[in-house]
């Protein structure tokens, strides 16, 4: 069954630190989909990035990167020099290729730049 | 492009009232998806569907139906509302989840049951 676990409920870190966010998850499925999303004060669901189970390479866009293990079945979550713009509630999220379709979240976690 | 809607974006029932709330999409995606949110809990899937007169149940489809009648609407109903049901609502939609193309989500609906 697929699972994943945000631990970090809640993060509070001042402008301009570097803030990592964890995600690990659970299949059995070879084949599968990570993503993440951001969700700031006004409520909508903004994807950030999909990432698929053959594709180990690290990604960096602008202060994001995100780094992908499948040995330790993480995928975590940076942000450098971290701006109050980004304070949110960021999910990680994952899909499989076989059996029912759904995506499955972890619980979020909810970041706090202050200024 | 308008993406996926919903409505309406806030509503409040009281307990045994009925209602449906409204997806729509015109991206022309065969899988939408119906999602609850709750403090610390992240989103759960309600219902899905992939493709029209297709549907099925995700993690908590009780107390919700649905029905897909074309490939841009797909209408969640409440029958007899309860307050475990307050709750936001997201639909979602994609070209085809099974190969990981992205969900992308509605504004969401806001529902208060009294």
């Known amino acids: 069954a697929q699972k994943v676990t945000q631990a970090q409920t809640e993060i509070s870190v001042v402008e301009k630190e570097d803030v990592t966010l964890d995600c690990v998850y659970e299949?059995?499925?070879?084949?599968?989909?990570l993503f993440w999303y951001k969700q700031p004060p006004s409520g909508e669901l903004v994807f950030l990035i999909r990432?698929?189970?053959?594709?180990?390479q690290n990604e960096i866009s602008g202060r994001y990167s995100w780094n992908f293990q499948k040995s330790t079945s993480s995928f975590n979550f940076t942000i450098t020099a971290s701006q109050v713009v980004d304070s949110a509630v960021y999910f990680c999220?994952?899909?499989?290729?076989?059996?029912?379709?759904?995506?499955?979240f972890g619980q979020g976690t909810r970041l706090t730049i202050n200024p | 492009n308008a993406g996926v809607t919903q409505t309406p974006k806030f509503q409040v029932l009281k307990t045994g009232q009925s209602m449906t709330l409204q997806c729509a999409q015109d991206?022309?995606?065969?899988?939408m998806s119906w999602y609850r949110q709750d403090p610390g809990m992240g989103l759960r899937l309600i219902h899905y569907?992939?493709?029209?007169?297709?549907?099925d149940q995700g993690e908590v489809p009780n107390g919700y139906n649905v029905s897909r009648s074309t490939t841009e609407d797909f209408p969640l109903r409440l029958l007899s509302a309860a307050p475990s049901q307050t709750s936001v609502y997201f639909c979602?939609?994609?070209?085809?989840?099974?190969?990981?193309?992205?969900?992308?989500f509605g504004p969401g609906t806001r529902l208060l049951v009294l």
């Open positions: 979602a939609s994609s070209y085809d989840l099974a190969s990981g193309e992205t969900q992308y």
């Open positions: 299949t059995r499925d070879t084949t599968y989909y």
């Open positions: 990432r698929n189970s053959f594709d180990e």
């Open positions: 999220a994952l899909s499989e290729s076989q059996g029912a379709q759904k995506l499955v």
């Open positions: 991206m022309n995606h065969e899988y």
């Open positions: 569907s992939v493709g029209a007169g297709i549907t």
